[in-house]
């Protein structure tokens, strides 16, 4: 059997050879295309694959046609939007995500853009502290628990409010939860996305969310362009000087944002949330003891389809 990492944006070498490692040492056989730049390579490349490993990239029904002995895609990674889970389904494949191997690398990218935030993104005017500020988590999942962690050691007053994980559970360790998303807006005046992109949650951060925070509001977006109601974005930005937005995925108006609202704006030139060595291995290596696992022994764990 057969297993293809197929990433236009490749692991990191040391990645690829931990994953080669877990696969071989199941009797299993690794093919490797990376930095494609051409659907056909990739519909060409899963032919003959049981298993697929992929970051970013796009798998959709035209790929599971291609791909006629496919029993498993796993995206390296928490979110899992480039991959058509209906096609999936149809074609009988298991999907899975690696959830957890990137949450603490997205955690302190949440901090590297709150602080570059508050200091005004080092323009040389005096800016402010996180001590002691209310912080909103929105979604406390893995990347959530990990951003509560890190403010803790800012001395930040942490508060969170997730639709599926129980209050009680957050309470437990210390955080106040809140019922609803209106109340953890109104609350803090720093609010960290961690939402999927979903039919529920797209451009569900809309203005009569947003116009809810208090003074000095800083919302950081590491999760999905798509839950950010972009022209209600633009008008909280118009209409409250004191607001700012800190991303680490460009919004579609990134050149209107950018010019209107200097030192206000700030997105990343490509999505890097998970964009270190430790998480690139850490997925990677979970994404291929998950196939093993599947292949070998049936555990859908971390089936999401």
């Given at each position: 059997m057969k297993v293809l990492i197929a990433t236009d944006k490749p692991f990191a070498a040391v990645a690829v050879n931990g994953i080669r490692e877990?696969?071989?040492?199941?009797?299993?056989?690794?093919?490797?295309?990376?930095k494609y730049t051409e659907k056909a390579q990739l519909l060409e490349a899963a032919g003959d694959v049981e298993a697929i490993i992929i970051r970013s990239d796009v798998v959709d029904a035209e790929v599971f046609d291609a791909a006629g002995q496919l029993k498993i895609v796993v995206?390296?990674?928490?979110?899992?939007?480039?991959?058509?889970?209906?096609?999936?389904?149809a074609h009988n494949v298991c999907v899975m995500n690696t959830p957890g191997q990137n949450a603490n690398a997205v955690a302190e990218l949440v901090f590297g853009l709150m602080v570059y935030g508050v200091r005004n993104l080092f323009n040389g005017t005096s800016g402010t502290e996180l001590k002691g500020k209310k912080l909103g988590i929105h979604a406390y999942g893995n990347v959530g628990r990990q951003?509560?962690?890190?403010?803790?050691?800012?001395?930040?007053?942490?508060?969170?409010?997730?639709?599926?994980?129980?209050?009680?559970?957050?309470e437990r360790e210390g955080i106040k939860a809140l019922s609803s998303a209106e109340e953890l807006y109104a609350a803090c005046p720093f609010i960290s996305l961690h939402i999927p992109a979903t039919a529920e949650t797209k451009n569900s951060i809309n203005h009569a969310l947003?116009?809810?925070?208090?003074?000095?509001?800083?919302?950081?977006?590491?999760?999905?362009?798509?839950?950010?109601?972009?022209?209600?974005?633009?008008?909280?930005?118009?209409?409250?000087?004191?607001?700012?937005?800190?991303?680490?995925?460009?919004?579609?108006?990134?050149?209107?944002?950018?010019?209107?609202?200097?030192?206000?704006?700030?997105?990343?030139?490509?999505k890097m949330g998970a964009q270190t060595a430790e998480a690139n291995i850490n997925a990677g290596i979970a994404a291929a003891r998950q196939i093993v696992d599947f292949l070998k022994n049936g555990n859908e764990t971390y089936r999401v389809n």
């Open positions: 877990k696969v071989e040492a199941a009797g299993l056989e690794l093919k490797l295309l990376e995206r390296a990674g928490a979110g899992y939007d480039n991959v058509d889970l209906a096609a999936a389904t951003v509560a962690r890190i403010a803790r050691g800012y001395g930040m007053e942490i508060h969170a409010f997730d639709a599926f994980y129980p209050a009680e559970a957050i947003l116009s809810k925070m208090p003074g000095g509001a800083v919302l950081i977006n590491t999760a999905r362009k798509e839950v950010i109601h972009e022209a209600d974005l633009v008008r909280i930005m118009e209409e409250r000087p004191d607001f700012k937005y800190l991303s680490d995925i460009a919004p579609s108006n990134h050149a209107e944002m950018a010019e209107r609202f200097p030192g206000r704006y700030f997105s990343t030139p490509k």
